[in-house]
C-alpha cells in the first residue's frame, strides 16, 4: 500500500514557535494545537497575531492541513477553509500539501477522521516517551485512495452529513441562548407568564425545601455496594444541568444506606452539587442517595421541584459567594438554607418550571439528532473509505 508521502506535493512541515512571531495586534491567526475540534474545525481563542502571515512562510492556504503531532490532542487535523482567514500554524502542529490530481485535501480529511486512522494514531503515538508523531511518521501513513473522482465523491457525500451537524449544532446554541434569557425573564418576575399578577414573596432555600447533605458508604464493605440504590457523586452532574436522573454509576444497597450519612432522598428531590463544583443540578426521577458532596433540595412541595432547579441553576452564584475552603470551595447545608430568594405562588412556579423543562426537552430532541447525524456520518466514512460501498460516479470528459 502506498504511503501518504506519494501523494503530497512537498513533505510534511513544522510549525513555527510562538517566541519566533512577531506578535502585532489582536486577531484569531495564530492556530495552535488546541484550536482544533474533534471533529476537524478551527474554534479559536483570541490570541495575538503576526503582522504578515504570508510573509513568514509558515501560513497556511487551501487545500492545507495541520495535524498536532504531540500532547493530548495528538492526531487531531483540521483541514484550512479560507473563511478562516489567514493562518500561521504553531510549532505543535505538521502541515501537509497533498497533491489535488491525485488526492482531495477533503477526501484526505475524511481518511484524518476514521477509525483507521485514529488506530494508527493509537500505535504510532507510543513509540517515544511523550505521546507524539513525527513528520517522517505521518508521511509514511499508508493509504489506498480510490481515484479523485471517487474521492471527491466521497468528500461530498460527507460533507452533507457535516453541514446537517453543523446546522444543528447552530440551531441548539441558538435555542440554549433563548432559554437563558427566557429564564433571566421567568425567574426573577420581569416577565410573567399569562394569567399570573400576584405579588412574589421574599422567603429562603431552608423554607421552601429541607436541605440534606449525602454520606459514602464504607468501600471496605462489599455487603454496602452493589444494590439497587442510586448513588450519585458530583462528577456524574453536568455543569449545565442535567435534567432527570434514574441511575447512577454506582449503586448501593439497603444496608450502605443505613451504616452510612447518607440519606433516601424521593423522587422529586432537586440534587445540588456542594463541593469544587457548586451548584451543579438535577432532578431525581426515583429514590435516590448521594455522596458527601452535595446540598440537596427535598421541596415542601413538589410543585416546586422545576422552579427549583432551574433557579439553582440561574444562581450558582449565590453558592460560590457563600463557600468557604482552602483547597476547594465548599458551602454547608445550614449556608444553603440561608440563601434568600423571591417565588410566586405554587401554580406559577410550577408553569414557570413547565415552560423551562419543555424548553430543555426540545434542545435534547435537537442532541439525540445532532448525535444520530454524527453516528451516520462515522458509518459512511468508514464503508466509503474502506470500499465496502462505492459511489457511481462520472468520469472526467
Known sequence: MPSLQTFLQRPPRYGIGASAVPWKVWLPTYIRITDIDEYGRFRPDPVVSVADPKALGYNVREGDL??????????KSYRYRPDDGD???????????PDPDRLDPKYLACILQSKYYWDW???????????GINAQQLAGLEIDPPDVNEQRAVANAVAEVEDLAEALECLIAKKRDVKQGVMQELLSGRTRLPGFDDEWRETTLGAMSAVV????PSTRVSAYWGGEIPWFTPAEIAQKGSGSVTSSDRMITQEGLTNSAATLLPAGAVLVTSRASLGHCAVAEVPVATNQGFTSLVPRDMQS???????MQQNSSELESRAAGSTFLEISASKVSDIPLKVPGLVEQCSIGSALRDADTEISAL??????AR??????MQDLLTGRTRLLVK???
Not at 495541520?66 to 492526531?75: L, N
Not at 494514531?121 to 505521546?131: I, M
Open 66 to 75: 495541520v495535524i498536532a503531532r504531540t500532547g493530548a490532542s495528538v492526531g
Open 87 to 97: 493562518l500561521v500554524f504553531a510549532g505543535f502542529l505538521i502541515s501537509i500539501r
Open 121 to 131: 494514531v493509537a500505535t504510532e503515538s507510543v513509540r517515544s516517551g511523550q505521546p
Open 213 to 216: 447533605g449525602g454520606g459514602t
Open 305 to 311: 421541584t422545576w422552579f427549583l432547579y432551574y433557579w
Open 367 to 372: 442532541e439525540r439528532r445532532l448525535e444520530s
Open 375 to 380: 453516528a451516520v456520518k462515522t458509518g459512511m
Open 395 to 397: 468520469e472526467d470528459a
